[in-house]
T-cell receptor
Framework: QKEVEQNSGPLSVPEGAIASLNCTYS??????FFWYRQYSGKSPELIMS????GDKEDGRFTAQLNKASQYVSLLIRDSQPSDSATYLC??????????FGKGNQVVVIP | GAGVSQSPSNKVTEKGKDVELRCDPI?????LYWYRQRLGQGLEFLIY????????KSGLPSDRFSAERTGESVSTLTIQRTQQEDSAVYLC????????????FGSGTQLSVL
């Protein structure tokens, strides 16, 4: 069973602050990692992908990958109310399977 | 089409009835996935189609669930003798190749079994 774990409970951050989300995975052989954003009642959309150890930045988003520790994180800088959503961590482990975590709800407080 | 289209957007049915959900992927996308999302949960893989290859049905939770896809076109997910635990959002996604690429999701079908 390929497990993808995300911290439970909503994360409340004030507008302009940094939101930090963490995700751990069980399959050490996984090579590709994704963060999807899902607004309430909407479908998920890809916001970040990362394949190598280290940081990858895209605008206000930074994905961090540490394969030795089997975790991937997402930082949202200068959080905006429009960032309020559920963020799903997804791990590709081959055979066209993408395993998703349960998601982290982020609430940005104006 | 411009995006992945799913229908119906909402379906309310009685326990024991059969339901059919439809997904129209993005034109040219060879891969099509069905996922189930229960309230407050992550996405649960159901089935994967790639072109004309045999589908990967390993995620289907029971033999009440089946899906079809003709070539690289529309897919239908059928649930027979629905149960209350089948209530969920059923999401369809397509991609140009594998799940290692960006998945484009449809807006989902909210299924409620009374």
């Amino acid at each position: 069973q390929k497990e993808v774990e995300q911290n439970s409970g909503p994360l409340s951050v004030p507008e302009g602050a940094i939101a930090s989300l963490n995700c751990t995975y069980s399959d050490r052989g996984s090579q590709s990692f994704f963060w999807y954003r899902q607004y309430s009642g909407k479908s998920p959309e890809l916001i970040m992908s990362i394949y190598s150890n280290g940081d990858k930045e895209d605008g206000r988003f930074t994905a961090q990958l540490n394969k030795a520790s089997q975790y991937v994180s997402l930082l949202i800088r200068d959080s905006q109310p429009s960032d309020s959503a559920t963020y799903l961590c997804a791990v590709y482990y081959g055979n066209n399977r993408l395993a998703f975590g349960k998601g982290n709800q982020v609430v940005v407080i104006p | 089409g411009a995006g992945v289209s799913q229908s119906p957007s909402n379906k309310v049915t009685e326990k024991g009835k059969d339901v059919e959900l439809r997904c129209d992927p993005i034109s040219g996308h060879t891969a099509l996935y069905w996922y189930r999302q229960r309230l407050g949960q992550g996405l649960e893989f159901l089935i994967y189609f790639q072109g004309n290859s045999a589908p990967d049905k390993s995620g289907l939770p029971s033999d009440r669930f089946s899906a079809e896809r003709t070539g690289e076109s529309v897919s239908t997910l059928t649930i027979q003798r629905t149960q209350q635990e089948d209530s969920a959002v059923y999401l369809c996604a397509s991609s140009r190749g594998t799940a290692n690429e960006k998945l484009f999701f449809g807006s989902g079908t909210q299924l409620s079994v009374l």
